[in-house]
Protein backbone atom coordinates (compact mmCIF):
# COMPACT_ATOMS: atom_id res chain seq x y z
CA UNK A 1 0.00 0.00 0.00
CA UNK A 2 1.19 3.54 -0.65
CA UNK A 3 1.84 6.09 1.96
CA UNK A 4 0.52 9.69 1.96
CA UNK A 5 0.42 13.07 4.25
CA UNK A 6 -2.59 14.41 4.31
CA UNK A 7 -3.69 17.77 4.81
CA UNK A 8 -7.38 18.62 5.78
CA UNK A 9 -9.73 22.04 5.24
CA UNK A 10 -11.72 23.28 7.74
CA UNK A 11 -15.60 23.55 7.17
CA UNK A 12 -17.45 22.93 10.14
CA UNK A 13 -20.74 20.61 9.88
CA UNK A 14 -19.65 20.07 6.35
CA UNK A 15 -16.13 18.26 7.39
CA UNK A 16 -18.43 15.33 7.37
CA UNK A 17 -17.62 15.01 3.30
CA UNK A 18 -14.30 14.43 4.57
CA UNK A 19 -15.08 11.18 6.12
CA UNK A 20 -16.33 10.21 2.96
CA UNK A 21 -13.20 10.78 1.17
CA UNK A 22 -11.10 9.11 3.52
CA UNK A 23 -13.30 5.98 2.67
CA UNK A 24 -12.40 6.49 -0.98
CA UNK A 25 -8.68 6.72 -0.60
CA UNK A 26 -8.21 3.92 1.95
CA UNK A 27 -10.26 1.64 -0.86
CA UNK A 28 -7.82 2.96 -3.48
CA UNK A 29 -5.07 1.20 -1.48
CA UNK A 30 -3.29 4.12 0.46
CA UNK A 31 -2.27 4.58 3.92
CA UNK A 32 -1.83 7.82 5.92
CA UNK A 33 1.51 8.58 7.23
CA UNK A 34 1.31 11.75 8.50
CA UNK A 35 -2.23 13.94 8.49
CA UNK A 36 -3.07 17.73 9.59
CA UNK A 37 -6.02 19.78 9.50
CA UNK A 38 -7.46 23.04 10.39
CA UNK A 39 -10.93 23.00 12.26
CA UNK A 40 -13.20 20.51 11.92
CA UNK A 41 -10.38 18.74 9.09
CA UNK A 42 -8.57 18.90 12.52
CA UNK A 43 -11.36 16.90 13.72
CA UNK A 44 -10.99 14.03 11.09
CA UNK A 45 -7.35 14.05 11.21
CA UNK A 46 -7.12 13.43 14.76
CA UNK A 47 -8.65 10.29 14.58
CA UNK A 48 -6.91 8.85 11.41
CA UNK A 49 -4.34 9.49 13.52
CA UNK A 50 -5.40 7.42 16.21
CA UNK A 51 -6.54 4.60 14.28
CA UNK A 52 -10.35 5.72 13.11
CA UNK A 53 -11.16 4.51 9.71
CA UNK A 54 -13.23 5.83 7.24
CA UNK A 55 -15.43 3.00 8.05
CA UNK A 56 -15.84 3.91 11.51
CA UNK A 57 -15.95 7.81 11.04
CA UNK A 58 -19.35 6.66 9.13
CA UNK A 59 -20.91 5.13 11.95
CA UNK A 60 -19.41 7.63 14.06
CA UNK A 61 -21.26 10.21 11.99
CA UNK A 62 -24.33 7.94 11.99
CA UNK A 63 -24.59 8.16 15.48
CA UNK A 64 -23.80 11.73 16.26
CA UNK A 65 -26.10 14.93 16.80
CA UNK A 66 -24.21 17.80 16.01
CA UNK A 67 -26.74 20.05 17.39
CA UNK A 68 -25.90 18.64 21.03
CA UNK A 69 -22.24 20.83 20.35
CA UNK A 70 -24.18 23.78 20.92
CA UNK A 71 -24.43 24.20 24.64
CA UNK A 72 -24.75 27.29 26.87
CA UNK A 73 -26.31 27.92 30.33
CA UNK A 74 -30.06 28.80 30.66
CA UNK A 75 -29.19 32.20 31.57
CA UNK A 76 -27.81 33.07 28.32
CA UNK A 77 -30.97 31.98 26.38
CA UNK A 78 -33.05 34.64 26.73
CA UNK A 79 -34.13 36.16 24.01
CA UNK A 80 -31.93 38.65 21.97
CA UNK A 81 -30.44 39.70 25.40
CA UNK A 82 -28.92 36.26 26.46
CA UNK A 83 -26.81 35.40 23.55
CA UNK A 84 -25.60 38.91 23.19
CA UNK A 85 -24.59 38.66 27.22
CA UNK A 86 -22.78 35.24 26.52
CA UNK A 87 -20.33 36.87 23.72
CA UNK A 88 -19.65 39.48 25.72
CA UNK A 89 -18.57 37.73 28.99
CA UNK A 90 -17.49 34.59 27.30
CA UNK A 91 -16.57 36.17 24.08
CA UNK A 92 -18.74 32.81 22.48
CA UNK A 93 -22.23 32.06 22.17
CA UNK A 94 -21.28 28.42 22.82
CA UNK A 95 -19.04 27.48 25.36
CA UNK A 96 -16.95 24.30 23.14
CA UNK A 97 -16.88 21.88 25.88
CA UNK A 98 -19.54 19.59 24.90
CA UNK A 99 -16.99 19.32 21.65
CA UNK A 100 -14.14 18.74 23.30
CA UNK A 101 -15.84 16.03 25.37
CA UNK A 102 -16.98 14.35 22.13
CA UNK A 103 -13.46 14.25 20.68
CA UNK A 104 -12.08 12.78 23.98
CA UNK A 105 -14.40 10.05 24.39
CA UNK A 106 -13.74 8.88 20.51
CA UNK A 107 -9.99 9.39 21.05
CA UNK A 108 -10.01 7.41 24.66
CA UNK A 109 -12.10 4.45 22.51
CA UNK A 110 -8.22 4.17 21.14
CA UNK A 111 -5.55 4.39 23.62
CA UNK A 112 -5.00 8.22 22.79
CA UNK A 113 -5.49 10.98 25.26
CA UNK A 114 -2.41 13.36 24.78
CA UNK A 115 0.41 13.79 22.01
CA UNK A 116 2.51 11.28 23.70
CA UNK A 117 0.03 8.02 22.88
CA UNK A 118 1.05 8.89 19.03
CA UNK A 119 4.45 8.43 17.60
CA UNK A 120 6.41 11.70 16.93
CA UNK A 121 5.23 14.18 13.81
CA UNK A 122 2.03 11.56 13.46
CA UNK A 123 -0.67 14.31 13.78
CA UNK A 124 -0.36 18.35 13.10
CA UNK A 125 -3.30 20.66 14.51
CA UNK A 126 -3.47 24.41 13.36
CA UNK A 127 -4.83 26.97 15.46
CA UNK A 128 -4.81 30.68 15.55
CA UNK A 129 -2.95 32.53 18.61
CA UNK A 130 -4.68 36.12 18.29
CA UNK A 131 -3.19 37.10 21.18
CA UNK A 132 0.03 37.34 19.38
CA UNK A 133 -1.30 37.10 16.03
CA UNK A 134 0.26 33.78 14.90
CA UNK A 135 -0.47 30.83 13.46
CA UNK A 136 0.20 27.64 15.73
CA UNK A 137 1.01 24.19 14.43
CA UNK A 138 -0.02 22.17 17.37
CA UNK A 139 2.34 20.31 19.44
CA UNK A 140 5.62 21.15 17.70
CA UNK A 141 4.60 24.76 18.63
CA UNK A 142 4.14 24.65 22.13
CA UNK A 143 7.22 24.52 23.99
CA UNK A 144 7.13 28.43 22.55
CA UNK A 145 4.58 28.51 25.07
CA UNK A 146 6.15 27.00 27.91
CA UNK A 147 4.29 23.79 27.19
CA UNK A 148 5.37 20.08 27.31
CA UNK A 149 3.71 18.80 23.79
CA UNK A 150 4.29 15.46 25.02
CA UNK A 151 1.50 16.00 27.83
CA UNK A 152 -1.12 18.25 26.12
CA UNK A 153 -4.46 16.76 24.86
CA UNK A 154 -5.09 15.97 21.26
CA UNK A 155 -9.03 16.88 22.02
CA UNK A 156 -8.09 20.13 23.81
CA UNK A 157 -5.59 20.68 20.36
CA UNK A 158 -8.90 19.88 18.28
CA UNK A 159 -11.37 21.98 20.69
CA UNK A 160 -8.99 25.10 19.91
CA UNK A 161 -8.96 24.43 15.93
CA UNK A 162 -12.79 24.32 15.76
CA UNK A 163 -13.23 27.48 17.99
CA UNK A 164 -14.89 29.85 15.46
CA UNK A 165 -14.65 32.83 16.72
CA UNK A 166 -17.39 34.02 18.39
CA UNK A 167 -19.48 30.87 17.97
CA UNK A 168 -17.65 28.94 20.03
CA UNK A 169 -15.65 30.30 23.08
CA UNK A 170 -11.75 30.97 22.93
CA UNK A 171 -9.34 28.39 24.69
CA UNK A 172 -6.94 30.60 26.95
CA UNK A 173 -3.26 29.16 27.22
CA UNK A 174 -1.25 30.13 30.26
CA UNK A 175 2.30 29.77 28.64
CA UNK A 176 4.90 29.00 31.91
CA UNK A 177 8.26 28.85 32.20
CA UNK A 178 10.80 31.09 29.90
CA UNK A 179 7.88 32.27 27.78
CA UNK A 180 5.89 33.60 30.86
CA UNK A 181 8.78 35.05 32.76
CA UNK A 182 8.63 39.03 33.33
CA UNK A 183 4.94 39.12 32.46
CA UNK A 184 2.13 39.76 34.55
CA UNK A 185 -0.70 37.09 35.71
CA UNK A 186 -3.08 38.59 33.19
CA UNK A 187 0.03 38.67 30.49
CA UNK A 188 0.72 34.68 31.06
CA UNK A 189 -2.23 33.82 29.22
CA UNK A 190 -3.17 33.38 25.33
CA UNK A 191 -6.58 33.63 23.19
CA UNK A 192 -6.64 30.16 21.18
CA UNK A 193 -9.59 30.17 18.08
CA UNK A 194 -10.34 28.39 14.56
CA UNK A 195 -7.26 27.77 12.79
CA UNK A 196 -9.53 28.60 9.48
CA UNK A 197 -8.71 32.30 10.74
CA UNK A 198 -5.11 32.23 9.36
CA UNK A 199 -4.84 29.03 7.43
CA UNK A 200 -7.94 27.09 7.11
CA UNK A 201 -6.02 24.67 4.12
CA UNK A 202 -2.65 23.82 5.13
CA UNK A 203 -0.84 22.12 2.45
CA UNK A 204 1.82 24.40 2.96
CA UNK A 205 2.49 21.56 6.35
CA UNK A 206 4.48 18.99 4.91
CA UNK A 207 6.39 20.62 1.94
CA UNK A 208 8.11 22.08 4.63
CA UNK A 209 12.06 20.34 5.10
CA UNK A 210 11.81 17.33 7.19
CA UNK A 211 7.67 17.63 7.73
CA UNK A 212 6.91 15.58 4.75
CA UNK A 213 9.72 12.78 5.06
CA UNK A 214 9.90 9.54 6.81
CA UNK A 215 12.23 7.58 8.65
CA UNK A 216 14.25 6.50 5.74
CA UNK A 217 14.46 9.97 4.66
CA UNK A 218 11.98 9.68 1.74
CA UNK A 219 9.78 12.09 0.66
CA UNK A 220 6.43 11.09 1.02
CA UNK A 221 3.88 13.19 -1.31
CA UNK A 222 0.88 14.61 0.24
CA UNK A 223 -2.68 14.77 -0.36
CA UNK A 224 -5.06 17.65 0.78
CA UNK A 225 -8.47 17.73 1.27
CA UNK A 226 -10.69 20.62 0.22
CA UNK A 227 -14.16 21.53 0.39
CA UNK A 228 -15.28 23.41 -2.18
CA UNK A 229 -19.08 25.27 -3.16
CA UNK A 230 -20.56 27.35 -0.22
CA UNK A 231 -24.27 28.01 0.91
CA UNK A 232 -26.15 30.60 -0.99
CA UNK A 233 -24.94 33.50 0.58
CA UNK A 234 -27.65 35.82 3.26
CA UNK A 235 -27.92 39.46 3.55
CA UNK A 236 -26.81 40.58 6.93
CA UNK A 237 -28.66 43.26 8.50
CA UNK A 238 -26.71 45.41 10.65
CA UNK A 239 -28.56 47.47 13.48
CA UNK A 240 -25.44 48.19 15.56
CA UNK A 241 -21.88 46.93 16.85
CA UNK A 242 -22.99 43.43 18.02
CA UNK A 243 -24.56 42.38 14.32
CA UNK A 244 -21.93 44.20 12.55
CA UNK A 245 -19.61 41.74 14.17
CA UNK A 246 -22.21 38.77 13.28
CA UNK A 247 -22.05 39.42 10.12
CA UNK A 248 -17.80 39.88 9.89
CA UNK A 249 -17.45 36.60 11.27
CA UNK A 250 -20.22 34.97 8.84
CA UNK A 251 -18.65 36.48 6.10
CA UNK A 252 -15.25 35.20 7.20
CA UNK A 253 -16.35 31.88 7.70
CA UNK A 254 -17.67 31.16 4.48
CA UNK A 255 -16.13 33.10 2.07
CA UNK A 256 -12.63 33.71 3.35
CA UNK A 257 -11.49 31.06 1.32
CA UNK A 258 -13.50 31.50 -2.17
CA UNK A 259 -10.61 33.69 -3.81
CA UNK A 260 -8.14 30.92 -3.00
CA UNK A 261 -10.26 28.18 -4.41
CA UNK A 262 -11.01 29.26 -7.89
CA UNK A 263 -7.52 30.85 -8.70
CA UNK A 264 -5.29 27.69 -7.61
CA UNK A 265 -5.86 24.48 -9.41
CA UNK A 266 -3.78 22.02 -7.42
CA UNK A 267 -3.12 18.68 -9.21
CA UNK A 268 -2.88 16.82 -5.49
CA UNK A 269 -6.06 18.28 -3.94
CA UNK A 270 -9.39 16.25 -3.69
CA UNK A 271 -12.37 18.21 -4.15
CA UNK A 272 -15.24 17.74 -2.67
CA UNK A 273 -18.47 19.34 -3.48
CA UNK A 274 -20.53 20.77 0.00
CA UNK A 275 -24.14 20.57 -1.51
CA UNK A 276 -24.97 24.02 0.16
CA UNK A 277 -24.24 23.45 2.92
CA UNK A 278 -23.61 26.01 5.60
CA UNK A 279 -20.49 25.81 8.47
CA UNK A 280 -22.40 26.21 10.89
CA UNK A 281 -25.27 24.45 10.16
CA UNK A 282 -25.26 21.97 13.06
CA UNK A 283 -29.06 21.42 12.83
CA UNK A 284 -28.06 18.94 9.61
CA UNK A 285 -30.55 16.74 8.52
CA UNK A 286 -29.69 12.71 8.47
CA UNK A 287 -30.16 12.72 4.80
CA UNK A 288 -28.50 15.90 4.04
CA UNK A 289 -25.04 14.30 6.45
CA UNK A 290 -25.23 10.92 4.06
CA UNK A 291 -25.20 13.17 1.27
CA UNK A 292 -22.23 15.06 2.35
CA UNK A 293 -20.20 11.51 3.31
CA UNK A 294 -21.32 10.10 -0.11
CA UNK A 295 -20.14 13.81 -2.15
CA UNK A 296 -17.00 12.69 -0.37
CA UNK A 297 -16.78 9.18 -1.45
CA UNK A 298 -17.52 10.20 -5.05
CA UNK A 299 -14.78 12.97 -5.32
CA UNK A 300 -12.01 10.59 -3.51
CA UNK A 301 -12.81 7.76 -6.03
CA UNK A 302 -12.84 10.40 -9.02
CA UNK A 303 -9.82 11.74 -7.41
CA UNK A 304 -7.31 8.18 -7.16
CA UNK A 305 -8.31 6.94 -10.07
CA UNK A 306 -6.32 9.45 -11.94
CA UNK A 307 -3.96 10.88 -9.36
CA UNK A 308 -0.11 9.68 -9.98
CA UNK A 309 2.54 11.08 -7.24
CA UNK A 310 4.67 13.58 -8.45
Known sequence: MEKINAVFEGGGVKGISLAGAVTATEKAGRTFNKVAGTSSG???????????????????????????????GAIYNTAVIGPALRVLIMKGLYSGEALEAWIHGLLMQK????????PQGKL????SDITNGRIVVLPRDLEDYGISPD??????????????????DPVMLRQSGQAAKGKSFAEQFVYMVDGGLL????????????EGLVASGTRVPTVGY????????????????????????????????????????????????????????????PEQSDALYAAGVQAGEEFFRNWRPR
Not at 46 to 65: H, R, V
Not at 124 to 127: K, N, R
Not at 199 to 210: V, Y
Open 151 to 168: QFAVAKAVRMSCSIPYFF
Open 42 to 72: SIVASLLAAGYSGKEMSGIIQNTSFASFLKR
Open 124 to 127: SIIV
Open 111 to 118: GVVTFRDL
Open 199 to 210: SNFPLWLFDEKK
Open 226 to 285: QMIGRAEPQPHRIRGPFSMLQALVGTMVSAHDERYIEEEKFVRTVKIPTLGIATTQFEIT
